[in-house]
Each structure stands twice: as C-alpha cells, then as structure tokens.
C-alpha cells in the first residue's frame, strides 16, 4: 500500500479553460463570445471594434473566476499525469507531486490546445532553434532579435496563419512550409461578408443551421425544402459559392501574387467543407499583411535541419535562422492508458489503433454501415464530396473513432450505470462558450442522475450517426475530431 497523500473529493475537473470553468460555476459586450450570463465587454470599451483580443478572453476569464468564487477552488499548476477507474470513482496522479485525488466524479476538461506535437526532424548538431506554435509569447524577445532575419513556418492551420502575420509584422522573411498531401491551407472568412455583415453573427442564426446539412437538423419544412428537393439543395449549394467567392475575394488569391498558393485545395464551397478546419478573420491588415514580398510560400515537408537552413524532402536547401511549427497537438487524454481509453471509447491518437467494439458487446461496425446509409439518405448533400488531389486521408477506416453518447458520455460505462465520467470540450465549432455553457450543464445533469438516458442499442446508434455526419460534412476534421462548426443550435424549440 504506497503511503501517498489522498485527498477524497466528490467532484474533480481537470482543465480551467472555457469549459472546466463554466463546469465549475455550476457545482459551487460583444455577446457573440462570451457565456449567456455574463457579457464581453468590447475592445478598449469600443463597441464598434470586431476585434476579440486574447487579452480581452483571459482578463473575461479570470473576472469569471472572480465574480463566481472559483479561484479557491482551483489547484493551479498542477497537472494530472494519470486517472484510473476505482469501483466508485476515479484515482488521480499528478506530475511532480505525491498527492493523490480520490473522487467519485470526473471531468476531463483538458481542451485540445495545451500539449504540442512537433514532428520528428533529423537534427544537425547546432541546427536552427525549433519552437512549437505555442511558445511563440515566451519566444518573442529571442525572434525579435537583429540576427533573426529568415523565420521558416510550418503547418498550414489557423495557428501557421497566425505566426505567419505576427512574424511578416515583425519585419522577418518568412518561408512558409505547407506539406502537399495533407489537408492544404485552412479556409477563410472575412470577418464581414460584403463589409456589411458580422460572418459570425450569421453563422450563429438558426438559418445557417438550415443552410448547414446537419444530423442534428433532420425534421420540418424547411429541412425538407432545402435538403431533401433538388431545387433546395441547388440553393444551398448557391449560398455556400458565394460566400466562398467573397471569401476567395477578400483574401485576394487571384491578385497574381505568392498568396494564390493559400487557395484551399476544394475549389468551391471550402468554407463550407472546412476540409483544414475554418478561420475568421478580424484583424483588417491581416490579407494585406500577408500579401508582402517579404513572405515566401512553399509546398513540401521538412526532413531536417542544419546550423542555419532546413531541407525539405525534396532535397531543397531554405535558409533558416528559426523554425516555427505550427503543427498541432499531441495526445489530451494520455492520462488515461489504453485500456482506459478502449473503456471509455476515446480513439487512439495519431493512427494508434485501440481495440475497438465488439469485444465491448458493441458490434460497432454494424452500426457504421447503418449510419453511412442513413446519413446519406437524410443529407443527400454530402453523399457526394468533392473531389480531392490526396484523398487518402478520407478512408472511413482511418476515422477517429469518438465513442461518447453526446461527445461527452462513455457508452460502455453508461450502460452499466455508471455516471462517474463525463469528457468534454472535444466538439470543434465557431460558438466555444455557448456549446461549453450547453455541454456543461447536460453532463452535470447527467452526472447527478437527473437525466434518463436511452439504452446502450440507441446510445450506440446516435454515436455512429454523428461519426458519419461529422466524417461527411467537414472530410480531414471530421476525420479526426468531433467536427460541427456551423451546426450549434436547434432548428425548433
Ligand atoms: C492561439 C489560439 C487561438 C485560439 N482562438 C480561438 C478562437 O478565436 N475561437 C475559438 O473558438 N477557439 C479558439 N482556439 C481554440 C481554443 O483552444 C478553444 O476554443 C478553447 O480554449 C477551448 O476551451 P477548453 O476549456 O476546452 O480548453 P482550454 O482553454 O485549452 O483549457 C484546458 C485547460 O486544461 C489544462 N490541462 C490540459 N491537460 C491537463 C492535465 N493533464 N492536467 C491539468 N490540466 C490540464 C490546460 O492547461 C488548460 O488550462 C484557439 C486556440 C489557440 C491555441
Ligand atoms: N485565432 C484563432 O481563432 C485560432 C488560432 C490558433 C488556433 N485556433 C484553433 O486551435 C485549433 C488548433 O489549430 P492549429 O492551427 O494549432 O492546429 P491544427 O488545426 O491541428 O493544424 C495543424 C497543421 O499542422 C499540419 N501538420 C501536422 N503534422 C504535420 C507535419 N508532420 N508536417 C507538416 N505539417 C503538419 C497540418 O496539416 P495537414 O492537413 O497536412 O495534416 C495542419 O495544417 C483549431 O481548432 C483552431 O481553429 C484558433
């Protein structure tokens, strides 16, 4: 019996982000960012400015805290290293410190932006510095030095864009690095369609929910209308050109210039696929930034780096006195093993295989062909994708395979009666606080036992439905993530 410090609590969130800390408000301006009961006042008091600054999100965060009395009830800097199941709880280990937290309900708020993946690179003794997206703040005064002249970038996601633009401001030659076969550069809205309206605003109508073909949506007239007649889905269709037209436009790819290469790989309608995911933008030089001579783009993948460049695959030789990968992040839920992870229904990470189904009771795959058939039946929209240079990545069989009844709840552990876990903040989509607000208030309901769930058949059922929509609707992310961007709120009430 190790003699380890136990602290026994009745409830444990792991992660204080948007959802740990809502989650947590509950057991103890601009309006379109913020929760239902608090408003976020705008930019320097400005109503008129779009802008929602990542210092206006922590200083709304932290009066959250505040104002709801949560900061005593957070363990700050402490990270969970382990969780184990008890028979009436959850075990947690933490890095770098004896302790031990017994608890018989867990929530792992963990996000998926804390913990990076960098690529495995051959490294030459005295290579280039390397850092991840996220230390791009601790790393500042280093770039902003003289010497720093040729910054390479790689990745081709919202975070690449945005090291991208910080770096060009900052006065560097930026090469930026885009792999060919991978989902390509991430589609972008204008943060006003036709300077006239807020996109956000629109896509948090419950039009666009309609405009969207979503599984959550499959009922009413207009449902009907618009997805399930020719003539509505041409419409459909219309709405989705345009505003990638007038998304193409506001970017400026066909101004003859290195931008072009930052079309995404689906021609029309990418903003609607959000094949790379989507991003807004709302910074008004952010395009012409980016449209400087000063920033080169190039399509390959880096296989190594040198005291002072990196080389492609290709062989290709760039010059480099630092390299910045934007490349993702790693594996959230490494506190859990594989079996936890095969129990609870998490996917592996980064093709990891993880025993699937049916020795779990579940003939999971039964489930997936059904699903695939109804989904297309319901959303004929999505039956046919576009086609793609790699589709490879588009295998069904590689999907990330996300087990949770509502992406929150573990069918397996439910079908037993187990309430003792609930994951959340896993669903990607343009509205985090509402869906936090929502996600959060369903699963403490769940984890109270005020909430009658359906059997394990019908848990399952809706679980495979969702895989399928969100693998059809939204390709690479669908992928790889619980992927409902535009598709947040109900058609009816
Ligand atoms: C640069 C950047 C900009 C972004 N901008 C936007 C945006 O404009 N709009 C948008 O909707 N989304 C944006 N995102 C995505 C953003 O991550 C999420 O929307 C939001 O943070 C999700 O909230 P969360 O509570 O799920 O996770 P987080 O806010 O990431 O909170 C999770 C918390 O859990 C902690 N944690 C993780 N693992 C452990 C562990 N094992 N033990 C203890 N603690 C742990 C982390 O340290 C973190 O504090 C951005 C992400 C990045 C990186
Ligand atoms: N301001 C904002 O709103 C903002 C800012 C930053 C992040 N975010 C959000 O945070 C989340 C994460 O975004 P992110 O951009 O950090 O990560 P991400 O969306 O996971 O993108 C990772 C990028 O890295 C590329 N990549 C992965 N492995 C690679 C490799 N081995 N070599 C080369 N390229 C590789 C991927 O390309 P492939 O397609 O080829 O795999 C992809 O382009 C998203 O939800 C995003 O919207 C938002």
């Keep these: 019996m190790d003699a380890r410090k136990v602290q ?14 809502f989650d ?90 804390s913990i990076p993946y960098m690529p495995a690179l051959e490294r030459a003794p005295d290579s280039v510095p390397i850092i991840h997206s996220r230390d791009l703040g601790t790393s500042w005064n280093a770039l902003g030095d003289d010497n720093i002249e040729n910054v390479i ?25 885009i792999r060919e076969d991978g989902g390509g550069p991430l589609s972008i809205l204008p943060f006003r369609v036709l300077n006239m309206v807020n996109t956000i605003a ?22 009907w209308l618009l997805q399930r007649t020719t003539p509505g889905r041409w419409c459909v269709g219309r709405f989705w050109d345009f505003l990638d037209y007038v998304s193409g436009v506001h970017a400026g790819y066909a101004r003859g210039d ?40 190039v399509r390959g993948e880096i296989r190594s780096t040198q005291e002072r460049s990196v080389t492609l695959k290709t ?34 990470y980064h093709g990891q295989i993880i025993p699937d189904a049916s020795e779990k009771g579940f003939d999971w795959r039964r489930y997936d062909i059904e699903a695939d058939r109804i989904v297309d039946e319901m959303l004929p929209f999505l039956a046919k994708p576009p086609t ?34 609930a994951i959340l903040g896993q669903i990607h989509t343009v509205q985090t606080p509402l869906v936090s607000e929502v996600q959060s208030l369903w699963t403490i309901l769940y984890l109270l036992g005020e ?19 969100t693998r059809k609707r939204y390709l690479n992310q669908g992928q790889k993530f619980p992927y409902s961007l535009y598709d947040f709120l109900p058609t009816s009430v």
């Design 8 to 21: 026994k609590v009745d409830v444990a969130i792991i992660g204080a982000g948007w959802y740990g800390l």
């Design 24 to 113: 947590s408000a509950l057991t103890s301006g601009d309006k379109l960012f913020n929760y239902s009961d608090t408003p976020m006042p705008p930019n320097g008091g400005d109503p008129k400015d779009p802008r929602v600054t990542g210092e206006m999100i922590h200083n709304y965060l932290q009066k959250y805290a505040e104002d709801h009395g949560l900061l005593r009830r957070i363990r700050f800097n402490t990270f969970v290293e382990g969780a184990k199941k008890l028979p009436d709880g959850w075990r947690l280990t933490l890095r770098e410190c004896q302790d031990v937290i017994e608890t018989e309900k867990l929530l792992v708020a963990t996000g998926v932006t």
């Design 153 to 177: 970038v790689t990745g081709a996601a919202k975070s690449a864009y945005d090291a991208v633009y910080l770096l060009l401001n900052m006065g560097k030659n930026v090469t930026w690095v």
């Design 202 to 223: 629109v896509a948090s109508t419950r039009l666009m929910t309609h405009l969207s073909p979503s599984i959550l949506n499959t009922k009413g007239r207009l449902y």
């Design 258 to 297: 290195h931008v072009e290469m930052l079309r995404p790989e689906i021609d029309r309608q990418s903003v609607f696929w959000a094949h790379s995911g989507l991003g807004v933008v709302t910074l008004p030089d952010f395009w012409t930034t980016l449209h400087k001579r000063s920033l080169n783009i």
């Design 315 to 348: 062989g290709e030789v760039l010059d480099a006195d630092y390299l910045v990968m934007c490349t993702g992040w790693g594996d959230h839920f490494a506190i859990f093993d594989e079996k936890h992870k095969a129990d609870i229904g998490l996917p592996g």
């Design 388 to 421: 793609l240079k790699y589709p490879k990545s588009l295998d069904p069989n590689l999907q990330q395979k996300w087990r949770l009844y509502r992406r929150s709840i573990p069918v397996s552990l439910a079908g037993k009666g187990d309430r003792s876990l």
């Design 451 to 469: 909430i009658d769930l359906p059997d394990t058949d019908e848990m399952a059922k809706e679980v495979a439905l969702w895989n399928a929509w």
